[in-house]
């Protein structure tokens, strides 16, 4: 199966690194690549978004009130935080929110244990 | 490093350095992922120190033509976490993290984007390591670049010019094959390593009250 994964990063090298991991492990599916919360929310509404992975720190709204604004729309969509800020208050409140956490630097490992789990939901979802 | 022992006891200049030390091997550890390749650490230094001799001890080999990528912290204590290496360095930095199969056309288009993107996975590594070690939360701005010598690197903005002295806490890391040098440090004025101290009290306080047969 095919899904359309949301990336939101500020920083253009960390698109290139996710999407990079991408082409390795999950080739097939694609990604729509935004740099800031407001593209995100324009995106996530006007599309058909399975998936999406969002940078914690970005100028204007973060990461996490971005996610919260998603699920008010897409509750079920999985979602996880990417981020070197790896405090345990940031981890525990993307838990609250529901949200995945992988941190950064990205590994393949990390990326692919979330998008195996996402990949199961939403397979789940769709019976 | 010159420490001033009338503002850090040996048992808070040891705890900090511990403390540091987690930090930066945690951020030396995302380094070494992103270049793929062994990073060397020296013992990290931690002093209350003037700025101009923290200026001195970044311009090693008095090189001054620095590079450093700088993020605030604000929480129980404030200050500035930098990544430091000479500027003629800064383009094998960014080739070494996005690989050899780009052109130093696109390494030059990527340099900014890299530098802030890598200081900003190294530095929030080491303040979320120590924010964690004291259980204490802490608010990371975004990275922003800085190009000069080390005063310039150094001038503090919302910093007074009575910080003349400022908590110094530095690393100076080595990645060989590229034969590329550079500092991970922390800056705080003496304020902040005021309430820090308070903080490194009660960690000291919570390691003593373990059981004896703690091991580590």
């Known amino acids: 199966m095919q899904y359309k994964v949301l990336v939101v990063d500020d920083s253009k090298l960390a698109r290139m690194v996710m999407a990079s991991a991408f082409r390795r492990i999950r080739p097939d599916w694609s990604l729509v690549e935004t740099a800031s919360a407001d593209e995100a929310l324009a995106v996530v509404s006007a599309d058909k978004v399975d998936v999406a992975l969002v940078d914690f720190n970005m100028p204007g709204t973060d990461g996490l009130e971005l996610i919260a604004r998603i699920y ?52 789940r979802a769709a019976k | 490093m ?44 931690v002093g209350i120190v003037t700025r101009q001799e923290a200026s001195r001890l970044v311009e090693r080999n008095n090189i001054k033509k620095l590079v450093a990528v700088q993020q605030s912290f604000q929480g129980p204590f404030d200050g500035r976490a930098l990544l430091i290496f000479p500027e003629v360095q800064s383009l094998e930095l960014v080739r070494a993290i996005v690989g050899d199969q780009h052109s130093l056309e696109d390494v030059i288009d990527l340099e900014h984007e890299a530098l802030a993107e890598t200081g900003n996975i190294i530095l929030n590594g080491c303040l979320a390591t120590m924010a964690n070690v004291l259980h204490r939360t802490m608010g990371v701005s975004l990275p922003t670049i800085v190009r000069g010598d080390g005063a310039r690197i150094f001038e503090l903005e919302g910093f007074g010019s009575e910080a003349a002295f400022v908590l110094f806490l530095y690393i100076d890391f080595n990645i060989k094959r590229h034969d590329l040098h550079g500092f991970i440090a922390l800056l705080m004025d003496l304020p902040s390593t005021a309430a820090l101290k308070a903080i490194i009290h009660d960690f000291i306080r919570g390691i003593e009250k373990q059981p004896s047969d703690y091991a580590g």
Not at chain 1, 74 to 83: E, L, Q, R
Not at chain 1, 114 to 123: D, E, I
Not at chain 2, 20 to 45: D, H, I, K, T
């Open chain 1, 72 to 123: 008010q729309s897409h509750p079920d969509m999985p979602i996880a935080v990417v981020s070197a800020n790896v405090q345990d208050e940031i981890i525990a409140r993307a838990r609250k929110l529901n949200a995945g956490f992988i941190p950064k630097p990205l590994t393949d490992e990390a990326l692919s244990a979330f998008l195996s789990g996402a990949a199961l939901r939403l397979k």
């Open chain 2, 2 to 45: 010159r420490p001033n022992p009338s503002h850090l006891t040996e048992i808070e200049q040891d705890a900090l350095a511990e403390i540091a030390n987690m930090g930066v091997s945690r951020a030396a550890n995302s380094l070494r992922q992103m270049v793929g390749e062994q990073v060397l650490l020296s013992v990290p230094a």
